[in-house]
């Protein structure tokens, strides 16, 4: 049964005619995708710290807005989230998942980095994949000057940056830096999927599956691409040593079977991956708050696996 406050969102939105995002340009759909979290939104929890830094990597300027929680010192040595907002790799930014970055923040005590990556079509695919992995080197290199503990620095992401920050996870294993924890939120893992929960829930629950097509299509140049690991993680040709995982999915999203399909896939190469699916859910949940009390039990459970995983 799909959650009834669900239920409720997804006829607000037909009755008050919310066009769909593969209806409107990018720039349109980046525009309403960020107004929209006024509605749908709880109020920002308060930080003792909310500042942006300006990086230059891959040779432009990327934003990375940096969160400390309440009751730290400002030299108090800290576990760290870099955080890659959702948004299919078209839409998003760091406006748009403050919300979340803060109440993730609070809520493990952890320092949150969270990153104004590239996106498509202005910057195809692998930009946004360079711009996390970099933005994570970033971090882990300045962790000092950061105040954060270099060997206790997560990654995580909801939906595209699921995407990336499995690809992250995949791109530095067995180098000097890697990620202490994953932390992936209903992830997209697989372009251009044909999963059985593509197709019962490509249609009304809000995300489609046209508008994952058209998300993919601005990203990749070509759909051969769909079979590198940096835009398809499922498909990296070995899931072993990378770090622990916490895969969070929704029941109602066309994403949920490739999410729990990578859990699986850490879980078979020996790897510590835990799996919760949200049955009654809807794509985008969690940084719903303001219309949907599980919402705040999701983000509960990410800032406990953080605690526990970053101790």
């Not at 403050?98 to 104004?116: G, K, M, P």
């Not at 919402?295 to 800032?303: K, L, P």
Request: aromatic share 8%.
């Amino acid at each position: 049964m799909l959650d009834p406050q669900a239920q409720t969102l997804l006829r607000l939105m037909i009755e008050r005619g919310i066009p769909a995002l593969n209806a409107q340009t990018p720039v349109e759909a980046r525009q309403a995708y960020l107004m929209r979290k006024g509605f749908t939104q709880p109020e920002p929890p308060v930080v003792s710290r909310c500042h942006d830094h300006l990086v230059a990597m891959n040779g432009v300027q990327i934003k990375i807005r940096e969160y400390r929680p309440l009751d730290v010192a400002a030299t108090d040595v800290l576990p760290a989230l870099v955080y890659f907002h959702g948004g299919g790799w078209v839409i998003g930014d760091v406006d748009t998942h403050d919300v979340l970055s803060r109440q993730l923040c609070v809520a493990s005590a952890c320092a949150v980095f969270s990153v104004d990556y590239r996106l498509a079509p202005e910057h195809v695919f692998p930009a946004a994949y360079d711009d996390a992995l970099a933005a994570f080197q970033w971090v882990a290199a300045n962790a000092l000057s950061l105040h954060v503990d270099a060997k206790r620095i997560a990654v995580g992401g909801d939906s595209a940056g699921g995407n990336l920050a499995a690809a992250v996870c995949l791109g530095t294993r067995g180098g000097e830096r890697q990620p202490a924890f994953q932390l992936l939120i209903y992830p997209a893992t697989l372009m251009y999927p044909d999963t059985q929960s593509y197709r019962d829930n490509g249609e009304g629950y809000a995300l489609t599956a046209d508008i994952m097509d058209w998300f993919m299509d601005h990203y990749l140049p070509s759909r051969d691409l769909a079979h590198d690991w940096r835009a398809s993680p499922l498909k990296a040709d070995s899931h072993a040593d990378l770090p622990p995982a916490l895969v969070l999915t929704a029941g109602f999203d066309p994403l949920r079977d490739e999410g729990r399909l990578y859990a699986d896939a850490l879980s078979a190469a020996g790897g510590s991956a835990e799996y919760i699916c949200f049955e009654r859910q809807i794509h985008g949940f969690i940084t719903m708050g303001r219309v949907m009390r599980e919402a705040h039990t999701g983000v509960a459970v990410c800032a406990d696996a953080l605690k526990r995983y970053l101790s």
